[in-house]
């Protein structure tokens, strides 16, 4: 089983240009799209979404629509 990255990273692994390169590139991706948050337990991930994911009047929308069934 490959590692991810920051499995790799706590373990001592070297990186090589390439993966670093790559590792950049992501970080860039999350930092444009606002940043994201990890849930984590134990040193589990258990989700993770992007910072400025949640939409009020979307979830003000769905609830209304699921309490008037």
């Not at 920051?6 to 999350?30: C, P, S």
Request: some cysteine.
């Amino acid at each position: 089983m490959k590692l991810g990255c920051y499995e790799a990273m706590k373990a001592g692994k070297a990186f090589d240009v390439k993966e670093v390169q790559m590792i950049i590139k992501t970080l860039k991706q999350i930092s444009k799209k606002g940043g994201v948050v990890a849930v984590s337990e134990n040193d589990t991930l258990i989700t993770a979404y992007h910072l400025n994911s949640y939409d009020r009047r979307r979830a003000r929308d769905s609830s209304y629509s699921l309490n008037n069934l």
